[in-house]
C-alpha cells in the first residue's frame, strides 16, 4: 500500500538534474511531495491534484499520471540546498489519510 | 508559517513507564496525524483524526493510543513504554485550501525508552 519511490539514494555534483519517481499499486487522487533535512521535519514541496498535472517551483518540478498512479519529481541544475531525504506522499478518496512514500535520499556534493 | 507544536522535544524514560506525547495547533485545522519515523527511514502513519471525537489507527500499527477533545489538541499516549518504542514521532495537521490540502508537521518528539 506503501507507494515505492525509486531511486532509493542518488548522489549528484552542484548543477546537475535528478529525477525521482514515485508508483502507487492504488489510485491517486492527489500526490505531495516533502523534503526532510536530517533531523528536522519534512517540509512541503507541492502538491498535484489531478493527472497530467505539472507544478513547478524555482528549479524543482513535478508531474503527475494518474493513468499510470505515478508521479516524478524533477530537479534541474541542483543546488546543495537540494540535499535531503523527499518523500512522495499520496491521498486517496474522502479521508485525505496521507501515506508517504520508501523515501529517496538525494546528496548534492560540490 | 504554520504553527504546530509537540512537547517534549527529546525524552528519556525507563520501560513500563506511561509517557504523553502533546501536540497543539492553533490552525483550526480539523484534520491531524501522527506519524512514527526511525531516523533515516520512511514516514509510518500511526494515528489520524477528522475531528474532535473522530480517531482510526494508521497502516502501522501501533500500542500507542490517541485522543481528540479539542480540535487543537491530539495527544499521543503510551501505557506502558518499550525499547522497542524508540523512535521519533511526528504531528502534523492538514490545511484544506482552494489548491488543495498541505500537511504541517511539527518539529517532532524523539523517544528513547531505555
Known amino acids: 500500500q506503501q507507494p515505492v519511490q525509486s531511486p532509493q539514494a542518488v548522489i549528484l555534483r552542484e548543477g546537475e538534474d535528478a529525477v525521482i519517481n514515485c508508483s502507487s499499486s492504488?489510485?491517486?487522487?492527489?500526490v505531495h511531495w516533502y523534503r526532510q533535512k536530517h533531523g528536522e521535519a519534512p517540509v512541503f514541496l507541492m502538491i498535484?491534484?489531478?493527472?497530467?498535472e505539472q507544478k513547478g517551483h524555482d528549479k524543482i518540478s513535478a508531474s503527475f499520471n494518474e493513468k499510470k498512479q505515478q508521479s516524478s519529481l524533477y530537479l534541474t541544475a541542483s543546488q546543495l540546498s537540494y540535499s535531503g531525504t523527499y518523500f512522495c506522499?499520496?491521498?486517496?478518496?474522502?479521508?485525505?489519510?496521507?501515506?508517504f512514500g520508501t523515501g529517496t535520499l538525494l546528496a548534492v556534493q560540490p | 508559517e504554520a504553527d504546530i507544536y509537540q512537547t517534549p522535544r527529546y525524552l528519556v524514560i525507563g520501560t513500563g513507564k506511561k509517557i504523553t506525547l502533546e501536540c497543539s495547533q492553533t490552525?483550526?485545522?480539523?484534520?491531524m496525524y501522527w506519524y512514527q519515523q526511525d531516523p533515516g527511514m520512511e514516514l509510518h502513519l500511526i494515528h489520524y483524526?477528522?475531528?474532535?471525537?473522530?480517531?482510526e489507527k494508521g497502516d502501522l500499527s501501533s500500542e500507542s493510543t490517541v485522543s481528540r477533545i479539542r480540535t487543537e489538541h491530539f495527544p499521543l499516549t503510551l501505557e506502558s513504554a518499550r525499547p522497542s518504542h524508540t523512535s521519533q514521532y511526528l504531528c502534523?495537521?492538514?490545511?484544506?485550501?482552494?489548491?488543495?490540502?498541505?500537511?504541517?508537521f511539527g518539529e517532532g518528539s524523539w523517544l528513547t525508552v531505555v
Open positions: 506522499g499520496t491521498a486517496g478518496g474522502a479521508t485525505n489519510k496521507l501515506i
Open positions: 492504488k489510485a491517486l487522487y492527489s
Open positions: 498535484l491534484l489531478k493527472g497530467g
Open positions: 490552525m483550526g485545522h480539523d484534520k
Open positions: 483524526s477528522y475531528g474532535v471525537n473522530s480517531t
Open positions: 502534523a495537521s492538514m490545511a484544506q485550501g482552494a489548491i488543495g490540502n498541505t500537511i504541517y
